[in-house]
């Protein structure tokens, strides 16, 4: 949003001043101008951390005038998935709520497709998870919305090793079993693009740290592909094919 931008190179005196004189209908401007020009959000949340650094009572003031409905319409028209981590992780504590009881399975999948079809990276989503789990009910909110095979879908089209790992251990211990559990549904296919898109090092780490955990569920498929991986898979990664 433009208004995100003046906000977050403005002064703090001047952020108050247009805090305060901002409406609610005007916000609703803006968010409709935003959305209509299909701008890039990827600032929003640079922008609530300056007013969360200033003063919270700010960050309120921009949340209380675009609601929980605005964003949500914001982030799932001109965003994808990390936009809505990056706004529950500069959010204040009451508006995450308030955002997470209006987000929808659907709308959860909508944003899982988007950040699918963009490619988009996934490595700093366990960083917003974290930040929820001094609320254990905001965590298993954004837990369940997304649902374990979204968790995978995620994973598998978009993750590494490292991500799988950092997502996994930043959830809470009851989803984190879930989701390990159903790591026994996912194919050699699936582990060797995990694999392929991190570092070996990041494999390493995994079969030393992750991999015991996922031994009776799914583990097998994974150790086998590293070890003596498919002879496509091993040239693609040698280059060549």
């Given amino acids: 949003m433009s208004f995100s931008r003046s906000s977050k190179n403005a002064t703090r005196g001047f952020r108050t001043t247009l805090l ?18 299909g701008r890039s959000i990827g600032t929003l949340d640079l922008a609530m951390r300056a007013l969360r650094e200033d003063d919270p009572k700010l960050l309120g003031r ?9 964003f949500l319409r914001l982030i799932l028209t001109n965003g994808a998935l990390s936009e809505l981590f990056q706004v529950l992780q500069r959010a204040t504590r009451g508006f995450r709520t308030t955002l997470l009881e209006q987000l929808s399975t659907e709308q959860a999948g909508s944003l899982i497709d988007k950040t699918i079809e963009g490619a988009r990276r996934i490595e700093n989503l366990h960083f917003a998870l974290r930040s929820l789990r001094e609320n254990s009910d905001q965590l298993s909110r954004l837990e369940d919305v997304i649902g374990v095979a979204g968790w995978w879908r995620l994973l598998i089209a978009c993750g590494s090793l490292n991500s799988v790992s950092q997502i996994t251990q930043a959830m809470s211990s009851r989803f984190s079993a879930k989701v390990i559990t159903a790591a026994a549904e996912l194919s050699m296919l699936d582990w060797g ?11 390493c780490d995994f079969a030393k740290n992750d991999l015991r955990a996922y031994s009776e569920w799914g583990g097998a498929p994974f150790a086998q592909l590293l070890w003596r991986p498919p002879l496509p898979w091993r040239h693609k990664r040698a280059g060549l094919t």
């Fill in 193 to 203: 693009g995990i694999i392929a898109r991190g570092l070996f090092l990041n494999a």
């Fill in 20 to 37: 305060e004189q901002l409406t609610a209908e005007q916000a609703e401007v803006l968010l409709n101008k935003t959305i209509a020009a």
């Fill in 62 to 70: 921009l949340e209380q005038s675009i609601g929980a409905a605005g």
